[in-house]
C-alpha cells in the first residue's frame, strides 16, 4: 500500500470494509482499493455505494454466498475428477443463493435500477439444482437417483439379513461355544465370537483374533456363499453410485459458463454491498466530488474514532485559500484534523461514503502526499528531523498543482530558528506549486507569515482556560496559541518564573501588557499553591559517649528507685541517654542513672549464666521464645514494649 495512505490510516477502513464481504474475492478487492484519478469512473462508484446502501435500508440484508472453495471444486470439475456429494452439496447452496439473490434484486428493482439489473445476469440453475437435490441428501447419493441402486441396495438389505438371521440361529443353540451372545461385523464380514476351544466345532473362516487370543472371529461356511453374494452386490453399489456422480459432475461441466458468470455477478455485488454496509456502520452518507480546487467539509469526524465522542469538523480549503496554516496546544487535535481532512479526502474518491454532512465538497488529488509524524521521541532528534526533511523533500518532487500535501508540526525537531526558516521556505514552495495543503505549527512566526502571505489561512484549535482543556474544534480565519505558558501557570507554576519564560520567549513586551489584554498571563493566581514542606536529610551521627557511672548497673542487679525508694531489679542495660531499664512491681520503665543506687549485684543473688527470662518474661513469652529456637512459625511472635506491665 502506498506508505502516505497508511500514514493516513486507510488500510484501517479497507480492512473495515473487507470485514463487511463474504467471499475471498470481494475481501481482496476491498483490501487493494485505491482512488480513481478519472471524475466520471469516482462518481460512478460513489453513486453505486449510495444505490447499495438505499437496498439494504429498504429491502434488508442482500442474500449473498461466501462461495467457500467454490474455485477449487470448479478447477476439480475441469480435471475431470469426480465430485463427491459433499462437494456437490456446495454447489448446490451456490445455486440457492443466486435464485434468492434474483428474487431480492427483483423486489429492489425501484429502490436501485442499476444495481437491481444485476439480477438479469444471474442465470437460473434450478434444473441443475433440482437434479443434485434429488440425487443427494444429507452428504451420501440417495437411493432414489436411480432405479438400479434401489434395486441393488434392496437385494444388499435382503441378503444382509439373511447372514445375521442364520448366525443368530447358530449363535443361540450352541451358546457354550461362543464368548458373545451377539453377532460380531469384522473386516468386512459378520462373524461369530467363537471360544478358542470350540473354534473346531465351527468350520468357517477365521477373519480376526482378539487381543488375548481367547476369541477367534469365525464366519461360518454356511454363510460363506451369502457373504459373496453380499459382497458382489456391494461392489454393484459402488459402481453405480460413481456412475451417478460422474454424471452430476459432467452436468455442472457444462454449466461452468453460467456458473462463472454468477460468481463474477455475486463477487461484484458482494463488494458493493460491502461499501454499502461500511457506510451504515460509520454512519457515513454520500458527498459531491468535483475536479475543482476545492475541499468543504460540513460537520465531518474522523471514521476511526468513537462517534459519540468525536467534535464535528467544519473546514474550507481552496479557491484563493491554497494552505491552511493550524496552530494551538498540543494534544489540542491538530494531527487529528490533518488526518481527517486526508482520510476523507481518499474515501471519497475512492467511492466510499464518509462520515460528513451531504453538503461536503471533496475535490479530485492526483497524490495524497503527507508527513505526519507521530510517537516522536525527544532522545532522537536529530534523526527525527532527518526523517522528516527526507520525507518532506520527497513531497516537493512529487506535489503539482493537483496534489494534496499535509504536513504535521513542520520544521519541529531542531534547532527553532533554522526550523522556522525552513518551514517558512517550505510553505512558500508550496504556494508557488499551487498545491492545496494544510500544515500545523507552534512557531509564532509562521503564523505571522500566513497572515501576510496572500493564498494562506490561519486556523486554530479552540481551547478551553478555564478548565485546561481542549474543544477539538477548529475556528478558522484566527491563529491560536500554544498556550504553554498559561497551561503552566494554571497548574501552579511561581509567577516569576512564568514572567522569566515569557521574557525569554517574547522580549519585555508582553511584561507590559495590559490587565484586560486577553493574552495578559500575569494575573496573580487566584489559588496560589502553598509551599509544600519538604523532606530533610537526616545526618548519622555519632552516639553520645554514655557515663560511665550508667556503665555499672548489670541486668539482674537490685536497685533502689529514687525519691520513691522502691526496690526493683536492672532488665536492660544503660543507653545512650544513660537510662536504665528497671522492672519495679513487674513494670518495666526506662529510668536515669542517676535515680538507681545499687543495692545488691546480680553476682551475689544468682548463679553464673542465670536464665534472667525467668524474672522478665511471661511463660508464654518464654514459651513462644523457646519455639522461635528450633524452628520458624510465621506465628510466633514476640512483642517487647518500654514500660508494658506484664499480666
Known amino acids: 500500500m502506498n506508505n502516505h495512505h497508511q500514514i493516513l490510516e486507510f488500510n484501517c477502513i479497507l480492512s473495515k470494509l473487507a470485514d463487511h464481504a463474504l467471499s475471498e474475492t470481494a475481501k481482496n478487492k476491498c483490501l487493494s482499493l485505491t482512488p480513481y484519478f478519472s471524475e466520471r469512473e469516482a462518481k460512478k462508484h460513489l453513486e453505486d455505494t449510495t444505490q447499495a446502501k438505499r437496498i439494504i435500508c429498504e429491502a434488508g440484508s442482500p442474500p449473498l454466498s461466501a462461495m467457500a472453495d467454490l474455485e477449487k471444486l470448479i478447477t476439480l470439475t475441469e480435471a475431470g475428477d469426480m465430485l463427491l456429494p459433499d462437494q456437490l452439496e456446495k454447489f448446490m447452496s451456490f445455486f440457492s443463493a443466486c435464485k434468492r439473490l434474483k428474487q431480492y434484486l427483483k423486489r429492489a428493482q425501484?429502490?436501485?435500477?442499476?444495481?437491481?439489473?444485476y439480477g438479469s445476469s444471474i442465470i437460473d440453475l434450478t434444473i441443475l439444482f433440482d437434479e443434485i437435490d434429488r440425487c443427494?441428501?444429507?452428504?451420501?447419493?440417495?437411493?432414489?437417483?436411480?432405479?438400479?441402486?434401489?434395486n441393488v441396495r434392496r437385494k444388499s438389505e435382503q441378503v444382509n439379513d439373511q447372514i445375521k438371521a442364520k448366525l443368530t440361529t447358530i449363535l443361540s443353540k450352541n451358546k457354550a461355544w461362543f464368548s458373545d451372545s451377539f453377532v460380531s461385523f469384522r473386516g468386512g464380514h459378520y462373524t461369530l465370537p467363537v471360544k478358542r476351544e470350540h473354534k473346531n466345532n465351527v468350520?468357517?473362516?477365521?477373519?480376526e483374533i482378539s487381543n488375548t487370543g481367547g476369541?477367534?472371529?469365525?464366519?461360518?461356511?454356511s454363510v460363506s456363499k451369502l457373504q459373496q453374494e453380499y459382497d458382489t452386490l456391494e461392489i454393484e453399489e459402488d459402481c453405480e453410485i460413481r456412475r451417478i456422480l460422474y454424471t452430476l459432475t459432467a452436468e455442472i461441466n457444462d454449466a461452468l459458463p453460467d456458473i462463472r458468470r454468477n460468481i463474477e455477478a455475486m463477487e461484484t455485488l458482494d463488494f458493493l454491498f460491502a461499501k454499502a454496509k461500511l457506510s451504515i456502520a460509520m454512519k457515513?452518507?454520500?458527498?459531491?466530488?468535483?475536479?475543482e480546487r476545492i475541499i468543504r467539509i460540513e460537520s465531518a469526524r474522523h471514521p476511526l474514532l468513537c462517534p459519540e465522542a468525536a467534535v464535528p469538523l467544519c473546514f474550507t480549503l481552496g479557491g484563493e485559500t491554497r494552505g491552511m496554516v493550524i496552530t494551538g496546544p498540543n494534544t489540542g487535535g491538530k494531527t487529528v484534523t490533518l488526518k481527517t481532512v486526508g482520510l476523507l479526502s481518499l474515501m471519497a474518491q475512492s467511492g466510499l461514503h464518509v462520515p460528513a454532512e451531504e453538503a461536503s465538497v471533496f475535490t479530485m488529488n492526483n497524490l495524497f502526499l503527507c508527513d505526519i509524524g507521530d510517537g516522536q521521541s525527544i532522545s532522537e532528534n536529530l534523526s527525527t528531523f532527518s526523517s522528516h526533511m527526507k520525507n518532506v523533500i520527497g513531497i516537493l518532487e512529487e506535489a503539482t498543482d493537483e496534489s494534496l500535501v499535509l504536513l504535521d508540526e513542520l520544521g519541529s525537531g531542531t534547532d527553532p530558528a533554522e526550523g522556522m526558516g525552513l518551514a517558512i521556505a517550505i510553505l512558500e514552495e508550496l504556494c508557488n506549486r499551487g498545491c492545496l495543503f494544510v500544515t500545523t505549527t507552534h512557531y509564532p512566526e509562521v503564523k505571522d507569515y500566513a497572515i501576510?502571505?496572500?493564498g494562506l489561512e490561519n486556523a486554530?484549535?479552540?481551547?478551553?482556560?478555564?478548565?485546561l482543556t481542549p474543544l477539538y474544534r477548529l475556528e478558522m480565519g484566527e491563529a491560536g496559541e500554544s498556550c504553554a505558558l498559561y497551561i503552566a501557570q494554571r497548574l501552579g507554576m511561581p509567577d516569576h518564573i512564568i514572567k522569566n519564560a515569557s521574557s525569554a520567549a517574547y522580549s519585555t513586551k508582553k511584561l507590559d501588557a495590559s490587565p484586560s489584554?486577553?493574552?495578559f498571563l500575569f494575573h496573580p493566581s487566584p489559588n496560589p499553591q502553598a509551599s509544600i514542606p519538604s523532606p530533610k536529610i537526616v545526618p548519622d551521627l555519632p552516639a553520645k559517649p554514655v557515663s560511665s557511672v550508667s556503665q555499672q548497673f548489670n541486668i539482674g542487679d537490685s536497685v533502689v528507685v529514687y525519691p520513691e525508694k522502691e526496690i526493683g531489679i536492672v532488665f536492660a542495660t544503660a543507653n545512650e541517654k544513660g537510662e536504665v531499664g528497671v522492672q519495679v512491681k513487674k513494670t518495666k520503665k526506662m529510668i536515669s542513672h542517676k535515680r538507681i543506687k545499687l543495692q545488691v549485684s546480680a553476682s551475689q543473688l544468682y548463679p553464673e549464666n542465670y536464665d534472667f527470662s525467668i524474672l522478665f518474661d511471661t511463660v508464654e513469652t518464654r514459651k513462644t521464645r523457646h519455639q522461635m529456637t528450633k524452628h520458624h512459625d510465621k506465628n510466633n511472635m514476640i512483642i517487647l514494649e518500654e514500660g508494658s506491665k506484664e499480666p
Open 460 to 467: 486554530r484549535m479552540a481551547f478551553d482556560r478555564q478548565t
Open 203 to 207: 468350520p468357517g473362516s477365521v477373519i
Open 452 to 454: 501576510h502571505r496572500e
Open 110 to 117: 425501484s429502490a436501485s435500477p442499476k444495481i437491481g439489473s
Open 284 to 291: 457515513a452518507g454520500p458527498i459531491s466530488l468535483t475536479t
Open 517 to 519: 489584554d486577553p493574552h
Open 136 to 150: 443427494i441428501r444429507h452428504g451420501r447419493v440417495d437411493s432414489a437417483a436411480s432405479k438400479e441402486l434401489y
Open 215 to 221: 476369541t477367534c472371529f469365525i464366519e461360518p461356511s
